[in-house]
């Protein structure tokens, strides 16, 4: 568990409660999770931000762990995840922050840069991409043809699904043969990965297939090269959901910006390589002008 963070609710524009974790005080770090984590995925770079020179912000995904499914179900877009984090960060008094996103984070923050490009003080993109996720994966086009047929097939059979979720869900068993398939590597904080991977037998799989459709929706490839914010890249050489070919695109494309490849990581690096991201993290905090002035913060209107 990570010390000394605080679980909160806010009532959002729409009507929708979503939760929310706040750690610390000072100068603002907002982390995005992947589609499939919790807070508990960036355990090691809070470990990495000491909560009396750092707040550190994260959320849930609406209908996800703490946070409610909103009434509407199509309102799940990558726009209602921005407005939820524009209603947090306004309840926080928060104006100015370095965005860390991992997996879908990586795509969240990209749309924040859009939207806020004045706000964004960096950006770090953790074996992420860009948008369209479903043409990387595996790298195959057979893949990512087969993906939305297998959503379909996962939202008709949630019940059967969300059931063998819960065996399965951060077991040793699952643990033992994703390291066999390369999908992890041998380094893993394997607690750490229980603790993310266990979260999926709390899933309604009928939310998270509609969330997985959504973000294949998404393209952000047009706001790469708007990017004016320090930006680090971090990706894994055996990353097989987000290949280090999509980072490479990415940095190509950022003015400035610096990528590192992890040899031996996979999609998983935020829990296998610890000291390499969090050591990247400060050097990318340390590129951000007038990190030093302190965050503006304000009692949060919870719900």
Request: proline residues 5%; contains cysteine.
């Amino acid at each position: 568990m990570v010390p000394g963070v605080e679980q909160r609710h806010l009532v959002v524009r729409d009507g929708t409660r979503i939760g929310y974790q706040v750690r610390g005080r000072g100068p603002a770090v907002v982390l995005a999770n992947g589609l499939g984590g919790t807070y508990e995925a960036f355990r090691h770079i809070y470990a990495g931000l000491p909560a009396d020179r750092h707040t550190v912000v994260c959320w849930d995904y609406r209908g996800l762990y703490t946070s409610s499914p909103s009434a509407d179900p199509a309102a799940n877009t990558m726009d209602h995840h921005i407005d939820d984090l524009e209603d947090i960060l306004a309840a926080l008094g928060i104006d100015r922050a370095v965005h860390v996103g991992w997996s879908m984070g990586v795509q969240v923050n990209f749309e924040w840069a859009r939207r806020h490009p004045d706000r964004l003080a960096g950006l770090m993109a953790i074996n992420g991409t860009y948008g369209r996720p479903f043409r990387t994966v595996l790298s195959s086009q057979f893949v990512a043809r087969a993906i939305p047929t297998l959503l379909r097939l996962i939202k008709a059979q949630a019940g059967l699904v969300g059931r063998a979720t819960k065996v399965v869900a951060g077991s040793d068993a699952l643990i033992g043969a994703m390291k066999r398939f390369g999908m992890v590597s041998a380094t893993i904080d394997v607690d750490a990965f229980r603790e993310v991977a266990g979260g999926f037998g709390t899933i309604d799989w009928r939310i998270y297939s509609d969330l997985l459709r959504r973000l294949g929706e998404h393209d952000a490839e047009d706001m790469l090269e708007q990017v004016r914010a320090p930006t680090s890249i971090v990706t894994g050489d055996r990353d097989i959901l987000t290949p280090p070919i999509t980072a490479e695109r990415m940095h190509r494309a950022i003015p400035g910006s610096r990528m590192v490849v992890i040899k031996g990581g996979t999609h998983y690096t935020p829990v296998e390589y610890p000291a390499i991201l969090q050591d990247e993290l400060q050097r990318l905090l340390a590129r951000v002008p007038g990190w030093t002035e302190p965050a503006a913060t304000a009692a949060s209107r919870e719900a």
